[in-house]
């Protein structure tokens, strides 16, 4: 990742799938963890409004959170930002879930919310929903430098995969990578 935009360091970063239970919010908490014990400020968002696991995953409750300072003053993150077990890693649950997710995650309110993470922390790693079931990951995805696509090695099919790229292109949105999840060890 580091290595992925030299020209522009990576300080928002996207992890997405195609669909469901590929594991992107695995991805997202192990690869937020590993970055904060490396040293790195970072800030794990839960911005899957529709069926959020990062507190359940970090073993945090989720009371208040993002929707919350969507709600609220976006700048003002007491109560909301809960460090973890990891040193140097905070997270935002997803708080309550919304009826309209996109139209939060789509707004100025939530690019002001993501910038101003940027100015306390190294890098802001954000769980989104799938890109494939619903229109949330692509408009997150103009928000952040960076995209990180998780595929499920034995489930995932190409085409969806192909798919998922397009639609990403499709908001100019900057894929660096892609995880093969779940690869057998054999």
């Given at each position: 990742?580091?290595?992925a935009?030299?020209?522009?360091?990576?300080?928002?970063?996207?992890?997405?799938?195609?669909?469901p239970?590929?594991?992107?919010?695995?991805?997202?908490?192990?690869?937020?963890?590993?970055?904060?014990?490396?040293?790195?400020?970072?800030?794990?968002?839960?911005?899957?409004?529709?069926?959020?696991?990062?507190?359940?995953?970090?073993?945090r409750p989720?009371r208040?959170?993002?929707?919350?300072?969507?709600?609220?003053?976006?700048?003002n993150?007491?109560?909301?930002?809960?460090e973890t077990?990891?040193?140097?890693?905070?997270?935002?649950?997803?708080?309550?879930?919304?009826?309209?997710?996109?139209?939060?995650?789509?707004?100025?309110?939530?690019?002001?919310?993501?910038?101003?993470?940027?100015?306390?922390?190294?890098?802001?790693?954000?769980?989104?929903?799938?890109?494939?079931?619903?229109?949330d990951?692509?408009?997150?995805?103009?928000?952040?430098?960076a995209?990180?696509?998780?595929l499920?090695?034995?489930?995932?099919?190409?085409?969806?995969?192909?798919?998922?790229?397009?639609?990403?292109?499709?908001?100019?949105?900057?894929?660096?990578?892609?995880?093969?999840?779940?690869?057998?060890?054999?």
């Amino acid at each position: 990742i580091q290595f992925a935009s030299v020209d522009k360091p990576i300080r928002k970063l996207l992890v997405t799938s195609t669909g469901p239970g590929e594991g992107k919010t695995t991805i997202a908490s192990n690869l937020a963890a590993v970055m904060a014990q490396a040293g790195l400020r970072v800030i794990l968002v839960d911005a899957d409004l529709r069926r959020p696991a990062v507190h359940k995953t970090l073993a945090r409750p989720n009371r208040n959170g993002l929707t919350d300072l969507m709600l609220g003053d976006a700048l003002n993150l007491g109560g909301i930002v809960q460090e973890t077990a990891v040193r140097n890693l905070s997270v935002i649950t997803s708080g309550a879930l919304p009826p309209n997710p996109s139209e939060l995650l789509g707004s100025q309110k939530m690019q002001h919310i993501l910038e101003g993470l940027e100015k306390i922390s190294d890098i802001v790693v954000v769980d989104s929903p799938p890109m494939l079931a619903v229109t949330d990951a692509a408009v997150l995805a103009r928000h952040v430098d960076a995209v990180l696509l998780v595929l499920d090695s034995g489930a995932t099919r190409v085409g969806a995969a192909a798919q998922a790229r397009v639609r990403l292109e499709q908001v100019n949105a900057h894929l660096i990578g892609v995880v093969m999840n779940k690869v057998p060890t054999r």
